[in-house]
């Protein structure tokens, strides 16, 4: 009689059970991705436009797996809510849109504050790459075409502690 090496090995059983939890496990944990991390604080960041200050809620990615991560998988952002990407150096950033299911607005902030340029209303699960134009210290994501409705433009001045003209 011959016999399967992977017979004495792995049992149908063990195979289905291995199966099973993977199962669960991909569709536990993607049918749980939360709207907002739930160990991610909301911080204030006010704007001074034209028009006057414009204050947001937003989450602060500081590390790299939390700047990987952004603001992927989410269904949703509210107005006046978004991400901070805390560069903690002047660079040129590149940006991308892959996994990302809602258009936002990139806020390409210089080491003074300033803004140096938006891109609006980017492409969902785009990996079209999207560049800061110049070396930049922070990008602030909002939802997308809320640059244009809260009149944030270009030379505003973002008002926050990572700011302090280096």
Known sequence: MQRSFWAGVVSPGRIMLA????????????????????DAPLEALEIATRTGVVV?????????????????????LPERQGMLFDFGKVEPVYMWMKNTYIPLDMLFVRADGTIARIEEMTTPFSTRTISSGEPVKVVVEIAGGGAKRLGIAPGDRLSTGLFDGK
């Open 19 to 38: 199966c099973a939890t993977l199962l669960l496990a991909l569709t536990g944990s993607i049918g749980a991705l939360p709207a907002r991390a739930a």
């Open 56 to 76: 947001l809620e937003v989450e602060v990615a500081r590390t790299d797996e939390q700047r990987m991560t952004g603001l992927m998988y989410r269904k949703e």
